[in-house]
């Protein structure tokens, strides 16, 4: 379930929930029901990457990144 994982990212991290809320721009009830739901867009999903410090990518069968998303994919 992406809820979960993203729960464990943010622990492994050391970042709250209220920490991803201000990330995303989003009250905390929004927050939950994305959790529940699994509703997390791309955009939401590279926001939380940067909040953590880590990579949003699709990897191949060999560990090798063959699309990494970052800020620049974001819209404005």
Known sequence: ????????LLNIKGKSS????????I???AYSRKLSKNT??????????????????????DNNPIIVFNKDDIKK
């Open 27 to 29: 009250m905390q009830s």
């Open 40 to 61: 997390f867009k791309t955009e939401e999903l590279i926001q939380l990457a940067i909040l953590t410090n880590t990579k949003l990518a699709f990897i191949d069968e």
């Open 1 to 8: 379930m992406i809820g979960n994982k993203i729960k464990a």
């Open 18 to 25: 209220n920490d991803a809320c201000q990330s995303l721009n």
